[in-house]
């Protein structure tokens, strides 16, 4: 309570100063670089480019006198998910009420939510190509187009199905399914399952395993042990009998799997709220 009360304090001192919203600036033009970056967790020049891709799904509520704009929108959203601060704490920052934060949170979130496939998707041959030549640079294996993980989110605990979100590590949790590709970039992300799901059914209820059985989408997949062994999957071999080649292959397997552990740190590292706790109500889709 006292960290929440002193944060409180100090977003009160800082709304006595010009804030980003109070006369409805735009957040680009307000901030130096650092403290923009800061505040947003996007630079500059991402926030205009992430702006200008979203810009007309975020249209003003023109009901109101003094609509927020999508730029608006768009920073409130950021900078609740980019740090820990409760959600007056933005409010008190934005000059706006905290109703209005959580509306826009919404907002945002659905709106990702239904575009999600425009900037999640499976990489086109030319660009599996690509990935694939890297991952190969860097553990020597074939053909590989990425590497599959869950990670859990933390969340409060919600008002039904409780005792589902209740992840191993006993906390409330939502179990995110994802593979990154060589850049660290997520070209698949299923957030459809509570903490208790295991990572093999999160993967297996997925469209995406269903597309790869069929042969409808192309592409090997590196994984742990956690996943059920396919054709377009490989997995570390395990137990001390290993041949010296198996032993080979299950470092290279390892090297390779990597890069979807660097994902969700810089996912988490960037976005706070994700190593924390999510205190956002949420359905399951």
């Given at each position: 309570m006292e960290a929440i009360e002193r944060e409180l304090r100090e977003a009160m001192i800082r709304a006595a100063a010009p804030r980003v919203f109070r006369d409805r600036l735009n957040p680009l033009d307000c901030l130096d670089d650092h403290s923009f970056r800061q505040r947003f967790r996007l630079s500059r020049r991402g926030f205009s480019h992430v702006l200008h891709l979203i810009a007309d799904d975020l249209s003003p509520e023109t009901a109101r006198s003094a609509p927020l704009t999508a730029a608006q929108k768009l920073a409130i959203f950021l900078e609740t998910i980019g740090s820990s601060s409760n959600q007056r704490i933005t409010a008190l920052t934005f000059g706006c009420s905290q109703a209005t934060v959580s509306r826009v949170i919404s907002e945002v979130s659905d709106m990702f939510y239904s575009r999600r496939s425009d900037f999640i998707k499976w990489p086109t041959e030319e660009e599996r190509n690509d990935i694939a030549l890297r991952f190969?640079?860097?553990?020597?294996?074939?053909?590989?187009?990425?590497?599959?993980?869950?990670?859990?989110?933390?969340?409060?605990?919600?008002?039904?199905?409780?005792?589902?979100?209740?992840?191993?590590?006993?906390?409330?949790?939502?179990?995110?399914?994802?593979?990154?590709?060589?850049?660290?970039?997520?070209?698949?992300?299923?957030?459809?399952?509570?903490?208790?799901?295991?990572?093999s059914k999160v993967f297996r209820s997925s469209a995406l395993y269903r597309d790869l059985c069929s042969g409808r989408k192309e592409g090997t997949l590196l994984a742990d042990n956690a996943y059920r062994s396919e054709n377009f999957l490989l997995k570390p071999i395990l137990g001390e009998s290993r041949t010296e080649s198996e032993t080979r292959y299950t470092m290279a397997v390892c090297k390779g799997r990597v890069v979807v552990e660097h994902a969700f740190g810089a996912l988490k590292r960037q976005f706070i709220s994700l190593q924390t706790e999510l205190r956002l109500g949420f359905q399951m889709q």
């Open positions: 190969y640079s860097l553990c020597g294996i074939p053909n590989v187009v990425g590497a599959l993980d869950g990670t859990h989110i933390k969340i409060m605990a919600p008002t039904e199905s409780k005792d589902s979100y209740v992840n191993r590590k006993s906390y409330h949790s939502i179990n995110m399914g994802a593979i990154a590709d060589i850049d660290l970039k997520f070209i698949w992300v299923s957030a459809n399952f509570p903490g208790r799901a295991d990572d």
